[in-house]
């Protein structure tokens, strides 16, 4: 296959070394790296606005006037220049700034947002208008309200406001209440709650049919499920507190029920889809009036796409996929004009595509490998191809692909190494490439869909000539074989190393079902820290254990029931066959985590204190019993089937293990993995009698950022890390900049 080099000007250049490392030469400069420059965007790369494929060869983008006004711009995929203003905010009264747009089916209206309020991580509420292209009339939707969305036919928009589903007609500005028992903490319609937000990842839980009849939509009982507060601290003379219901592995879920409303006759249908504990999914099919839904159980290793007819609440099973460990939830499922379908799967042990008759009867599986699809961009009907992206050129890398609907002519569409993400124009003929390398920061290029380069978008040459006056070491990426499995690990060392000196080696890892840190990607926040780190002596490394991802279903899933024990066995023992080589200093081993990556440097720390020497815990699980079910069962199933599990690989239950320097960390404001997490490990080490270091940010989430948090942060750990992980523990370094 034809390789692509989409930019003359950069290259890279791959040796391997006698370690069968793959390294890439860079040239470096004398300046060091502080941590205000990361911090304050200095390294920052030049992004292209999120775009909005529109129909045929068109996008648009979210832009600004230079007096701040905002404004909806088209442009051609095929020139990449701007063809019209869709709507211009100064214009538009009241409304001269918008934060967010979403055109309806034919593209003649948009839904116009701003001040939004953030729910949760992904949820929020916020003011929308109605805008039509042509009339240039604007009409208020609503105040406080949540995922406004068009009817197919465009006539109507139905949104969520306090638990409860409207519809507005806007041909006369009526409102027709759809559901009347919403209330916080309580019931909740045509929205998700925490959990469904967060693990199975969308908000909006009501789906439009395709001829604008009926609106299904999911009903959440959560009256039974226990309440978490949280005391927000804030600016007051008394804190007041957040209460949310937040379901823990093994306690009661909300009951969530499929219902469907005729808009016609204004009736709602409660629809029987048998025994499940969760409904992931609902999506409407191309045959008229049928509805996919969705049905995991409680273990989620049985899954149901069932077929529901809206007329008459009447089901059928179309498809069942069971595992013995669990089955994920994607949205990898399209409908083509015949009702056949497309869907993936990892049922021949790696993660591919499969088509279906829409009896669920199989026609054929499209891709077939040891390797792993990736990300599924769509299906050209007129083409009979579809574009999809693979690690087929190797686990750390990903590309883009076109291949027949039959199976055959498969064709690569991208560089064969490094990250590429593809983003196709709605009719799939043109696709923007963001390609990465560790050396080479992203290049968004323009393609035709049989992978011809058009054009350069942006190349971030500016950045890779800002780095060159840095002191910046290379990336070594290569495998170490930790038991039984070749492990995929990265290493970085100083700029000036010299293989006869010794050392401290900073482990970094996540190391999360399914989860990705050894990538051949541009850098992220982390790794210019880590440069700084390198710069300032020490070398840093990152290990990929087994459960992490995109090496098949044996390779992720043999975690399952067991979290976190064996991905700690296997960085303590990758951290004890790196300390071997002869320029690491065995007595100076740490490692470092956040969230899934704190409960492991915790665990590796306590577990492993032959080796390691230091960890920092930022925002760590603790005990798997107090993080919520649909996760936590996910891999472990309840904590009253799988005891062992849960407690086994808990530090609440082996502080006295502790031997080395310990900082944890935590937000008091974390929705998503609680500060009752780390509170609970400090008194076991209290009560053990153990000395460690400790920072609580008040009312900071799960990313612990605002204002000037994230500096301080990072200020705390590289001091930590300089006073404990140091071969001359009685000099003080002093922190750049």
């Not at 793959?22 to 030049?46: A, P, V, Y």
Request: hydrophobic share 30%.
């Amino acid at each position: 296959m034809k390789k692509l080099f989409i930019l003359a000007t950069i290259l890279l250049f791959i040796s391997c070394d006698k370690n069968n490392t793959s390294t890439s030469s860079i040239s470096t400069g004398t300046k060091e790296i502080t941590l205000e420059e990361i911090w304050g965007g200095e390294f920052s790369t030049d992004r292209m606005n999120a775009l909005n494929s529109m129909n045929g060869d068109y996008y648009s983008l979210l832009n600004s006037d230079d007096e701040g006004n905002s404004k909806v711009d088209k442009y051609s995929y095929k020139t990449l220049e701007k063809v019209a203003t869709i709507v211009d905010g100064k214009t538009l009264k009241g409304l001269n700034k918008f934060s967010s747009y979403s055109f309806n089916n034919d593209e003649t209206k948009l839904i116009l947002g701003k001040d939004f309020n953030p729910i949760y991580r992904h949820s929020f509420t916020g003011t929308f208008y109605a805008y039509d292209i042509a009339s240039k009339k604007l009409v208020l939707i609503g105040k406080n309200i949540q995922v406004p969305t068009f009817s197919p036919d465009s006539k109507k928009v139905a949104y969520a406001k306090d638990n409860n589903i409207y519809i507005k007609n806007l041909s006369n500005n009526s409102v027709t209440q759809v559901t009347r028992d919403g209330k916080v903490n309580s019931i909740i319609n045509g929205t998700t709650d925490w959990v469904y937000e967060e693990e199975f990842a969308f908000v909006r839980a009501f789906e439009w049919s395709n001829d604008s009849k009926f609106i299904a939509f999911l009903r959440f009982d959560e009256s039974n499920v226990r309440e978490f507060s949280m005391d927000v601290i804030g600016k007051k003379l008394y804190p007041t507190q957040h209460v949310f219901k937040y379901p823990k592995a093994g306690e009661e879920n909300a009951k969530v029920s499929l219902h469907m409303y005729n808009t016609q006759t204004r009736a709602t249908k409660k629809i029987n889809l048998g025994a499940y504990e969760y409904i992931p999914r609902i999506k409407w099919s191309s045959a008229k009036n049928i509805l996919i839904a969705t049905t995991l159980n409680r273990h989620q290793n049985d899954l149901n796409l069932y077929k529901v007819n809206a007329n008459n609440g009447s089901k059928q099973l179309l498809l069942n996929e069971t595992d013995k460990a669990y089955v994920d939830i994607h949205d990898n499922l399209t409908f083509l004009n015949d009702n056949s379908f497309i869907w993936t799967s990892e049922k021949d042990g790696y993660n591919h595509i499969y088509h279906y008759d829409f009896n669920g009867n199989l026609i054929n599986q499209i891709t077939k490998g040891k390797w792993e699809v990736t990300n599924y961009y769509g299906y050209n009907k007129d083409k009979k191809t579809i574009y999809y992206q693979s690690v087929e050129n190797g686990s750390i890398n990903r590309g883009i692909y076109s291949i027949g609907l039959d199976g055959k002519n498969k064709k690569l569409l991208s560089n064969e190494d490094g990250n590429n993400r593809a983003s196709f124009s709605d009719n799939l003929n043109f696709f923007i490439n963001t390609h990465s390398t560790a050396e080479v920061p992203p290049i968004y290029s323009l393609h035709t869909a049989e992978g011809e380069m058009l054009k350069v978008i942006k190349d971030n040459a500016a950045l890779k000539e800002k780095l060159s006056d840095y002191k910046m070491s290379p990336k070594e990426f290569s495998t170490i074989s930790i038991n039984g499995e070749d492990l995929n690990m990265w290493m970085i060392k100083p700029a000036d190393f010299d293989e006869n000196k010794k050392y401290p080696m900073l482990m970094f890892q996540y190391s999360g079902p399914g989860s990705q840190q050894v990538a051949n990607r541009w850098n992220g926040t982390n790794d210019y820290w880590h440069q700084m780190l390198a710069q300032q002596g020490y070398i840093i490394a990152c290990v990929d254990p087994r459960g992490t991802g995109f090496k098949g279903r044996d390779f992720k899933k043999v975690t399952y029931m067991n979290l976190v024990k064996y991905e700690t066995e296997d960085q303590i023992a990758a951290a004890k066959k790196l300390a071997e080589r002869s320029y690491i200093d065995e007595d100076n081993v740490g490692i470092w985590g956040w969230s899934y990556g704190g409960h492991m440097s915790t665990n590796c720390l306590l577990k492993g204190s032959d080796i390691f020497s230091t960890a920092i815990a930022v925002a760590p699980v603790t005990t798997w019993r107090f993080y919520d079910t649909v996760y936590t069962e996910r891999y472990m199933r309840t904590p009253q089937e799988n005891a062992e599990g849960y407690d086994a690989n808990s530090p609440l239950n082996y502080p006295e293990k502790l031997e080395g320097n310990y900082l944890l960390v935590h937000g008091s404001g974390d929705d998503n993995v609680h500060l009752q997490h780390t509170m609970r490990m400090a008194e076991a080490l209290i009560q053990a009698d153990k000395q460690f270091d400790w920072a609580i940010y008040p009312d900071r989430n799960h990313g612990i950022r605002g204002g000037n948090t994230r500096l301080h942060l990072y200020k705390k750990m590289t001091n930590f890390i300089k006073k404990n992980l140091n071969n001359d523990k009685n000099k003080e370094l002093k922190i750049k900049g």
